[in-house]
């Protein structure tokens, strides 16, 4: 089982609509959770962090963190094809001091 | 302040000779990171520094790579007698220890 885990897509969806992507992990110390967007060519930039259980919302985004049951996910609200790139989900677990990254979900929002 | 700065942004280079990649971080981040990104892959992790002790190696793919940091400051990754499959983007990131990320630019790397 991968340490992080993520749909590799692509999630196709149209303009306007809520994009949802999800992200399930294994360690249950882990205790920082990130989501990155990265477009083609580009490094991983920051779209939301989040470190306790609920919601947490930022704009069009919202970071939902599920401790319990070992997931986290992100909401993109009224979708933009600018939005369209690959999801990165990034754990931290302070034992290892490691960072550990999914494969990506890539994001299609068709105009 | 300023970012995470890499340089070079682009290295072409031979196979068989050795590349040194440079990482800035961000300005009281002890923690400094290296990644791997091989075409439409993930990020593959490296190595860490915790200011300029690097108490995980296990990332590294083989005795070519190496890497070193000065204090809390600039890093540097150094790889032997290139080979074809080490090429990639190369991808530094600084944090304060469980806080966010924050990625440098990359350098691309390409062994001829």
């Known amino acids: 089982q991968k340490e992080v885990e993520q749909n590799s897509g692509p999630l196709s969806v149209p303009e306007g609509a809520i994009a949802s992507l999800n992200c399930t992990y294994s360690?249950?110390?882990?205790?920082?959770f990130f989501w990155y967007r990265q477009y083609s060519g580009k490094s991983p930039e920051l779209i939301m962090s989040?470190?306790?259980?609920g919601d947490k919302e930022d704009g069009r985004f919202t970071a939902q963190l599920n401790k319990a049951s070992q997931y986290v996910s992100l909401l993109i609200r009224d979708s933009q094809p600018s939005d369209s790139a690959t999801y990165l989900c990034?754990?931290?677990?302070?034992?290892?001091?490691?960072?550990?990254f999914g494969t990506g979900t890539r994001l299609k929002v068709l105009a | 302040g300023a970012g995470v700065s890499q340089s070079p942004s682009n290295k072409v280079t031979e196979k068989g000779k050795d590349v040194e990649l440079r990482c800035d971080p961000i300005?009281?981040?002890?923690?400094l990171y290296w990644y791997r990104q091989r075409l439409g892959q993930g990020l593959e992790f490296l190595i860490y520094?915790?200011?300029?002790?690097?108490?995980?190696k296990s990332g590294l793919p083989s005795d070519r790579f190496s890497a070193e940091r000065t204090g809390e400051s600039v890093s540097t990754l150094t790889i032997q007698r290139t080979q074809q499959e080490d090429s990639a983007v190369y991808l530094c990131?600084?944090?304060?220890?469980?806080?966010?990320?924050?990625f440098g630019p990359g350098t691309r790397l390409l062994v001829l």
């Open positions: 990131a600084s944090s304060s220890y469980g806080e966010t990320q924050y």
């Open positions: 360690d249950r110390g882990s205790q920082s």
């Open positions: 989040i470190y306790s259980n």
């Open positions: 990034a754990v931290y677990t302070s034992g290892t001091y490691k960072y550990i």
């Open positions: 300005s009281g981040h002890t923690a």
């Open positions: 520094f915790q200011g300029n002790s690097a108490p995980d």
